[in-house]
T-cell receptor, first 115, second 114 residues
Framework: NAGVTQTPKFQVLKTGQSMTLQCAQD?????MSWYRQDPGMGLRLIHY???????DLGEVPNGYNVSRSTTEDFPLRLLSAAPSQTSVYFC??????????????FGSGTRLTVV | GNSVTQMEGPVTLSEEAFLTINCTYT??????LFWYVQYPGEGLQLLLK?????DKGSNKGFEATYRKETTSFHLEKGSVQVSDSAVYFC?????????????FGKGTKLSVKP
């Protein structure tokens, strides 16, 4: 039982390149989300999904796309990377339903550097 | 909108010292409150939570009480250990809106010296 798996763990991109950060879960949780963590900024929500086929915007969605074709996977796409997207990215999942008291499970993160 | 403010770090303590990390919040509804901990190189883990006023969350010797009158959720531990060195995040979630998304404070880095 792996929980939440993020790949890759580290990535260096050149400005303008595209890439996809992967998030996979084996917990059968409906809710999945992406956060970015920057020094002195805490974690900020990028996009989230409450189930397959449903996605919505978070606090800082610009420059990122998501899709949710299956319950298990929630990839985050950078279409044209910018240095401002240098950050650590975390995927987080939650048990079914909207009740946040169930708690979140976080992946171990992807450290992305855009040069 | 909803927001969380927590004390700036870093905080450096000696082993067995008393820890307080302040957290206050702004919310339009009745949020649930959380403390998450991030150990070096890892993702976030839920440390404790409280879902209504006057609730006390506790785990691993850490405690926090949901104070609606002061909109606070301060984290405390009576005697810290070197293994408590980590970054601590206060967070809230409003069940009635935004799908219960978490809103985080900026984090407080704690270093405990032997």
């Amino acid at each position: 039982n792996a929980g939440v798996t993020q790949t890759p763990k580290f990535q260096v991109l050149k400005t303008g390149q595209s890439m996809t950060l992967q998030c996979a879960q084996d917990m059968n949780h409906e809710y999945m989300s992406w956060y970015r963590q920057d020094p002195g900024m805490g974690l900020r929500l990028i996009h989230y999904s409450v189930g397959a086929g449903i996605t919505d915007l978070g606090e800082v969605p610009n420059g990122y796309n998501v899709s949710r074709s299956t319950t298990e996977d929630f990839p985050l796409r950078l279409l044209s990377a910018a240095p401002s997207q240098t950050s650590v990215y975390f995927c987080a999942v939650r048990r079914p339903g909207q009740n946040p008291n169930y708690g979140y499970t976080f992946g171990s993160g992807t450290r992305l550097t855009v040069v | 909108g909803n927001s969380v403010t927590q004390m700036e770090g870093p905080v450096t303590l000696s082993e067995e010292a008393f820890l307080t990390i302040n957290c206050t919040y702004t919310a339009t509804g009745y949020p649930s409150l959380f403390w998450y901990v991030q150990y070096p190189g890892e993702g976030l883990q839920l440390l404790l939570k409280a879902t209504k006023a006057d609730d006390k969350g506790s785990n691993k010797g850490f405690e926090a009480t949901y104070r609606k009158e002061t909109t606070s959720f301060h984290l405390e531990k009576g005697s810290v250990q070197v293994s408590d060195s980590a970054v601590y995040f206060c967070a809230l979630s409003d069940q009635r809106g935004s799908q219960g998304n978490l809103i985080f404070g900026k984090g407080t880095k704690l270093s405990v010296k032997p």
